[in-house]
């Protein structure tokens, strides 16, 4: 996961960016940058840190220029470093160039082992260098010449844009696994971002989506933009996760309205079972949409019984003698009022490790709950994602190492229901395919 | 506004005090302090910005005691300065001494007057630090004789903790404007807070609330409280602002939970007139649970439709030339799919100035509601509060110069209601009496 | 020690005072402050570290108005604390009020727990604070008078400049212990400084010395200043420490060149006994004008053979295995190319607890010094200072504990010579009287 | 000008390299950086800043390792950016690498541009990447097969340590331009850099310097190194400049001390002719040591006339209306008690632009000297340096644009004077050569 944004033909790109950004923070919290192109050069100012620490307005104003493009870079515990923010900036064959990235490439292994027996050097771990060192490589002789060479070697889900000194590249894979979206702006400038929140801020129009296998270029004081389709072979996927957990409720992916399909999930987990219970509860705040629609067809009363603190931030986590749960504590607090004597029905976004559900059930328990039924709006995770999400390996996956009701025994509920893969896919809508990875193991990316 | 906490017996009471204030961030994000007694002199460290901010793990682990305390204050526009956080700390006749305050003291000015007149100097603008004064005056022998000498002479909405050596001194005016709680720490120590959301997080039990007019002290080592009654002539009269708004859903105010009370608010305003509408929708996050209310009342179907950002923090706010309403799109983004071509019941918490409810309105518009109801969970603020409460002058509030139609006119809604006061007063429990200052002008501390 | 300013009618007056403050940083670099008077308010802006890391331009260009204070701090180990930075400011009878001070009072402790007795508070360790409730206090009715009647009760060594809204007042102790001097600003302002040498930073003109005993009233908007002597029975002694190692030694010091006097205490030296050598080195740099004069004197080659460090700042000190005395080489590096089989005469200004000396020896040795002849441009220091410099106790002190002989075996070398009393007031000039306390222990001050 | 240290066989490598570049500092005040190996990794730390503002304690203490290597970057002004810090990482064929470099390589843009024609990226303006890439791109198995194969690429000015996993090579051009040293540790490590006055503090042994066209390799866990002789038609020549002014007076420069060749310098200058002046008056502090041989030579008194400022560091210049020579004299402060009247001899290190002398004429005038002779511890600057040192532009130049007269006349002296290039030459021994392009514009590197 990780949010980009471009901007191209506005006299405030750099700021329109930074706005752009914000408002995909949920996206991405652990670094963020911008690159403008002004003066046939480029700057580029990037740092670890909240869109908001990173960018004073100041910082802002010295960005100039029509053209900018930004990344929120999400936190992936392990092998991220200081150096691993983006865009990623480099002088080449053909002037200055600047690229961000959304998605993971599978074979940057072995296209990084290959470009550094030729002689690359890498100064960071992101595979967004192998990209750079490929249009570098390319004997073309245009920078889009180049792209489509680069891009004939890396296989993977990405969203890309690229910025040169006067165009934005903007690039999805065959698939489409990531979301990318165009927005104009009121002055004849486009904006083009990972989720449609972005238009909303900035008070741009939604267009369309990009295509999966296409490239559109966006050109310095042109108004009208260029498209090219890559490849042949698409066969267009988007991210379950999208709507299951990643996507802000008030996001449009491929054409639907996050909440709604959330909601949707919700109804369907409602008619799958008859059930009796006092109370419908989320656990805030991906569950809520589910919640609701769960509500809705059951006829459950919908409570928000536990009340999410969203302070966070920096906290330090470290107990004192008397405090149990303090990582999930610091978050969430279920109501005792609501709940002591109650038997209710939690929907939370899914299970992953189950550490979390464990310790809530804990909470809701000691909040008084008579009966505790999970509902999870998405199947079993039994396998990695290897798409951009940073999912743990088979071995943390509590439902690769457990049947259903062995997990409904660890996390300590009365019981505990998933949808089937069907019933998620009928939700978010049959007529077309998604990338289930996570669920059903189809790793379909060659 | 304003957040206190003190900690006593407790090996680890300045993080106890720490993750106290971290639960009730939301009654203030100006600027946050802990003072702690150990080995006979106080140590204090407080600063501007949020708990997480000011305090890092090791300047936790560097205010070593067992006992401490500590507070957040409320963001006042204007008037306030970087040397108005508090604890306030003084060498004094009797020794080392540290105060917190939460409420206001509607004699400070004069108070101020007099003690400079006998030659006091101030060094910031907080009027704790008269209380400061009046205690080192007393011509008393001992500090619980001088804190009700002191006492005696203001006048006013107050929770104080005052800290000397090995003792704490939890005091609450005798109308009980501002709530104040007791918990107990597993370890046989005390905690006292403002909400018992902090009771929650440091895994402390809830024994009762400081009663109006009564002064209890704690003494290291000492399992026991001792309780005086300062006042005879109590008046009890919670502020009805706690319920309204201030205090977390989670928390519960002089026995009754705030999410109930707020619920029942929206019940109210659903009885009060019968309604057709498509849709009911929260103002997140002080709207949700009356929404509910008045959902489960109605039958109108309850939805998320307003998606909240919660990141926002520090962000400079400088519009672009197509961004309109900034302020408010940066918080709140309503959903267009929902919304669109349908008749919807908003509820907010209150009308304060009227100028964020005209800009969410337009907002709403732009998203394509038919019709926009607003119902609002409280009565018009028609007065300034004074007992601790940032309610602007007369001059803007909107209620206070306009009718209830013309303030419907202003904002662009379809329709406007309040609640009454009875009403409030009714769903909140008329078996006992508030402070409505802000409803019903009548300004009854003396 | 400590450095304070004052500008008035001045449109820069805050700049002037922080180039002022950056010239004298060598007589405090704990903390640094500014106060300014404008629009009848006082502003005051004052931080832990240097003057360049206190204030950035958008600071000074922040502190607006005619007339400004400023305060250098000296780093006291022990019982300083955050909150002892100057200027202090206070809110009183008669309006807004702002302090800073240089010198020590010796009364202190007893004057501060007569006001405590009385009612008073303190927020801080300074004695600052006692003058501010003095003036607070007195029943009289212009701070001019309240001024008077406050000195009446303090007794000790002090440079006062004291800030209304529109006047500073100059002060300075009966026995002139610390200096004060006055310039005139190309634009008929004022600056009053604790050493000329800021008069050359800012291009002001020397006038003269603020008297002992004398006060000095400058007033916005008014060319002429008013003198009024406080006190009949003044016994003009300033402080020899000055002269030996405070004072810049381009700084003009109660009509002596600084510089100069310290190349005569070097001459002195030389006189005193016959004395075969190779070199003469300094410990920079103050001893390099009394090397210099030595030399002179002598005929024996002067030569920079150790060199100074000046980047030294906020180095963590933490040798390897192998790093012997790092401190002290973290700023001196002795030239084994200069020193090697040479017998060399040492200047240094003092010596205290002579752990410093012992290690200048070492390093000394270890380059290969044949004979090291350490001779001292002041007496032994037998007695703690009182009066404003920060000697520490009788017991640390040890020429206080141990005789010449002894000093010279426990520091390692092969001869140790000091001034005598009388050699240093010669030097300094024998036709005024000096404070001496430190060499005679006659604590003159009552 | 850089510093560059190599630390190895040193448990704790990394605080040795810190101390190091500490002692380092006066050549590079902008960035500073540490690379350390451990565990089969490389870790980098750099920024922009002081040694001692880059590294705090605690991340000395995080960069564990026995083999370390460091850089201080100078501020050169107009083309260096924020990413312009070493050293430089890279993740290549052979595994982790990591660079430092003092020097100009001056065939870089061709290099580069070839580099970049083969599909290179560079993600900085720094020349050191030239050789990173050329490393990564040889064909060669070993890692110091590569980097023979890269060296014969590049040409200029250069002292390099390149540190593999467990090893560091110290690398030295053929003509030796920049000063690169051997010291040994107590405990049979290895300490490598540009100047022998990083020996001095961390307590090590000078061995030997890296010989013009000299690689030494050194290995973790050897005591012995290897040496290998790169290239056959070595040209040794040293930079004249290191003994002008660059060096620390306490380094030993290619077997000379340099404080001993600057007292040198200044007997030539008081041999070339007899003058009759009251004072000679070094520009502290690097004209000292001349100004010193020229009073032994001439008999003419020596004094510290000028009173240097070390608190400088970021102090804003912005003069208000009275201030004039603000840059000069937040450093400079001439005493008048020593100059008026005087006929005085000051001894510079050179003339580069001619704005400085000017104005520190301008401020000796104001200052009372009756005449003012100018002489220069060096000869005219004639021509730009291209390795190594930032020097202006020829334009800027005023050696190379005006006669020796009008420079004097343009600088307000009453005489200047400066030394002949053969004269340079002798006083550091004129039984070798040097590197004099600054000079004599002999651009004899190939």
């Given amino acids: 996961m990780c949010a980009i944004v471009g901007v191209i033909n506005s006299n405030e790109a750099s700021k329109t960016a930074y706005y752009g950004l914000f408002s ?73 160039i600047s690229i961000v990235h959304n998605g993971n490439l599978i074979n940057k292994n072995s296209v990084r082992q290959e470009l550094i027996k030729e002689g690359a050097i890498f100064q960071s771990n992101m ?52 979301p990318l979206s165009i927005g104009r702006l009121k002055d004849a400038g486009y904006i083009i971002a990972s989720e449609t929140c972005a238009f909303d801020l900035v008070g741009a ?28 072979d698409i066969d267009p996927r988007i991210c379950a996760f999208e709507y299951v957990y990643f996507a802000r409720p008030d996001s449009t992916v491929e ?35 589910a919640a609701l629609g769960y509500s809705q067809e059951s006829g459950i009363p919908f409570e928000m019984a536990i009340v999410r603190n969203h302070y966070v931030g920096r906290t330090f986590i470290e107990p004192t003698q008397e405090m149990r749960n303090l990582k999930v ?21 899914s299970i992953v490790r189950g550490t979390t559900s464990k310790k809530i059930i804990e909470l809701l328990k000691h909040a008084g709950a008579k009966e505790i039924h999970i509902k999870i709006a998405a199947p079993e995770i039994k396998f990695p994602d290897l798409y951009g999400i940073d999912t743990p390996t088979t071995k943390e996956l509590i439902s690769a190492n457990m049947s259903k009701d062995e997990v409904c025994k660890y996390i300590g509920a009365d019981s505990l229901e998933f949808l089937e893969i069907d019933e998620l896919v009928n939700a978010m809508g049959s007529e077309r395919k998604y990338s289930l990875v996570s669920f059903d193991g189809n790793y379909f990316v060659k």
């Fill in 24 to 96: 995909m923070q949920h996206r991405g919290q652990e670094s963020s940058g911008i690159s403008v192109s002004y003066n046939h050069h480029i700057t580029t100012h990037k740092a670890q840190g909240l869109v908001t620490d990173v960018f004073s307005r100041e910082k802002i104003a010295s960005l100039k220029g029509n053209i900018a493009i930004g990344h929120n870079r999400y936190s992936t515990a392990g092998n991220s470093s200081k150096n691993d923010a983006q865009p990623v900036f480099a002088n080449y064959d053909l002037g200055e």
């Fill in 127 to 178: 595979d967004t260098e192998n990209i750079l060192h490929l249009i570098a490589r390319s004997k073309k002789e245009t920078l889009k010449e180049r792209i489509v060479d680069a891009l004939n070697d890396i296989v993977g889900a990405y969203c890309l844009l690229i910025m040169g000194r006067s165009k934005i590249f903007a690039i999805r894979d065959k698939y489409g696994i990531r």
């Fill in 205 to 232: 129009e939604f267009i369309r989506d990009v295509k999966p296998g296409e490239m559109i270029i966006f050109e310095e004081g042109k108004t009208e933009y260029t498209s090219i389709q890559l490849f042949e």
């Fill in 255 to 289: 054409g639907k309205n996050v909440y709604n399909v959330r909601k949707e999930l919700g109804r369907v987990l409602a008619k799958k079972s008859k059930f009796e219970a006092d109370l419908v509860i989320p656990v805030p705040d991906s569950g809520v949409p």
């Fill in 329 to 349: 504590k610091l978050k969430l607090n279920p109501m005792e009022e609501l709940l002591k004597d109650k038997r209710i029905v939690v929907i939370d976004d």
